[in-house]
């Protein structure tokens, strides 16, 4: 796999990171202070996303009010397990595996190209799981990967849920890594080829006719994949009402559909090729754990 392949990969694993540790009052807190972008914004939703990138380091940032009451959202995103059911949902993993326990839980990720592909052609990233705090209101999880390809490291996943009331949470969800001289050259070439016209969500003025211009660059590539992340939980939770056996296609019709929410930035794959590669990487993801039984 080239380095600049490897580079457009990792960016979809790219997990927050240097997020300093919060607290259900500190959430709470963010949660007022968000009043009014939550209630007014361009993404249809009770939603307010930022990006960040300075040092070596970029990060994105999504804020959302669920209607999910956290009795259940809390459980549910829990058990290391359930993450993989979660995960896969992404166009990009093509397959999760889930092993150990408490301090020892790993989740172990397979990142690749829009089109079903073997594992071995797919990018392992592994992360370490931690559940940091599960309260009656409050839950913090955090996955960590120390070192990913071509000299990056501190990869962090850190999410955080709030109990608002008894139908609605609170959700942070923040991505980030840092990158060093190998990656950046990589990211480059990408943003000058494949990703040129690829934008994120961030508005950062308007064109000559009124349209609003986005953000591009290394900053939309990490919006876009916190994005997807978040779609991605948001379809997990909004099944668990319905039977087990009704559940996998719920999930996956509404992450397509959340995705076509905003074709500018998102959209990639017909909703029909979309569920049939998904199909099928589910399938060997069942049949993996299975065996490890």
């Not at 039977?243 to 959209?267: C, F, I, T």
């Amino acid at each position: 796999m080239t380095p600049f392949r490897l580079f457009c990969l990792l960016l979809l694993c790219s997990a927050s990171g240097l997020l300093q540790a919060s607290d259900a009052a500190a959430l709470r807190a963010r949660h007022l202070a968000l009043a009014e972008p939550l209630a007014n914004n361009p993404f249809q939703r009770p939603l307010y996303l930022e990006s960040t990138h300075g040092d070596s380091l970029l990060q994105g940032d999504i804020y959302a009010e669920l209607e999910q009451p956290f009795s259940l959202a809390g459980p549910a995103l829990q058990g290391v397990r359930q993450w993989c059911e979660l995960l896969i949902l992404h166009l990009n993993v093509k397959g999760c595996q889930a092993s150990g326990t408490q301090a020892q839980a790993r989740l172990k990720l397979y990142v690749g190209r829009k089109f079903d592909q073997p594992l071995a052609d797919a990018y392992p990233f592994e992360f370490h799981y931690r559940v940091e705090a599960a309260q009656s209101d409050y839950l913090r999880v955090l996955l960590a990967a120390p070192q990913g390809p071509l000299g990056t490291q501190d990869y962090r996943i850190v999410l955080e849920v709030l109990a608002l009331d008894a139908r609605r949470s609170f959700l942070h969800l923040s991505y980030a890594y840092r990158y060093g001289v190998a990656a950046n050259l990589a990211m480059q070439g990408y943003l000058a080829t494949g990703g040129r016209d690829k934008v994120g969500f961030s508005v950062v003025g308007k064109t000559a006719s009124g349209a609003p211009q986005y953000l591009d660059g290394m900053r939309a590539v990490v919006e876009r994949n916190t994005m997807r992340y978040y779609l991605a939980i948001d379809a997990y939770l909004g099944a668990l009402a319905l039977p087990v056996a009704a559940r996998q296609d719920k999930r996956l019709n509404d992450w397509h559909s959340g995705v076509e929410r905003y074709p500018r930035q998102l959209h990639e794959l017909e909703r029909a090729a979309y569920l049939s590669m998904k199909r099928q990487e589910i399938r060997r993801q069942q049949r993996q754990a299975a065996t490890r039984q």
